[in-house]
Each structure stands twice: as structure tokens, then as C-alpha cells.
Nanobody, 124 residues
């Protein structure tokens, strides 16, 4: 059974930084592209970033490009998201999941299982 655990969220002032982590179990992590998704209150879940299985390609939503950096450590089955220059509009619950990682998109793949997420709150 696949399980994911997101961590690293918190409350930060605008302009601050956070580093999110996602550890997985029950998933052959090294053969999947992985993505970060977020959902703000009252809004649909959106794709933020993704990275291919060998880290050869990454994708970022326009809203985070230049501020966020995705990375992965396949030996540790862990996905990361370094978030700099945070803005109040980045406030959301952040989730990781196996993903289809295209040049211009990221979509979740697999069943409808999502982890509990990690809350990021950016104050102005």
C-alpha cells in the first residue's frame, strides 16, 4: 500500500523560505515522476511542480517559477520543494504524489490516494 508523508510546512512571513519534504513507502519511488500540488481554501487543487524520475527535467507553474526548486533523492525515496520569496498567495495545503510530468503541465497519476499534506501559511 502506497503511503506518503509530507512535512516542512509552517507559518512564515512574506519573503521567507520553507523546505518541504515528502517521504514515500510502498511505492517504487525511483521509477515515477513526482509532483507537488497545492490546494488553497475554496480553490481547486493545482499542480505546482514536478520532476522526472532521473531528475532530467522539471516543470514549474508560472506562479512559482524562479522562486521554488524541486529536487529528489531516489536513495531516500524523498521529494523536496525549496520555496523562497514566499507570497501570501502561496498559502495552501501542499501535497506530493506520483505525477505525469510534462513540459507544460503536471498531473497526478495513480489512484485517488492523497497524503495528509503539509500546511504552508504566508503572512503579509
Amino acid at each position: 500500500q502506497v503511503q506518503v508523508a509530507e512535512s516542512g510546512g509552517g507559518l512564515v512571513q512574506a519573503g521567507g523560505s520553507l523546505r518541504l519534504s515528502c517521504t514515500t513507502s510502498g511505492l517504487n519511488f525511483g521509477i515515477y515522476a513526482m509532483g507537488w500540488f497545492r490546494q488553497a481554501p475554496g480553490k481547486k487543487r493545482e499542480g505546482v511542480s514536478c520532476i522526472t524520475l532521473n531528475s532530467g527535467r522539471t516543470y514549474y507553474a508560472d506562479s512559482v517559477k524562479g522562486r521554488f526548486t524541486i529536487s529528489r533523492d531516489n536513495a531516500k525515496n524523498t521529494l523536496y520543494l525549496q520555496m523562497n520569496s514566499l507570497k501570501p498567495e502561496d498559502t495552501a495545503m501542499y501535497y506530493c504524489k506520483a505525477a505525469a510530468c510534462g513540459l507544460t503541465y503536471v498531473d497526478p497519476v495513480g489512484d485517488n490516494y492523497w497524503g495528509q499534506g503539509t500546511q504552508v501559511t504566508v503572512s503579509s
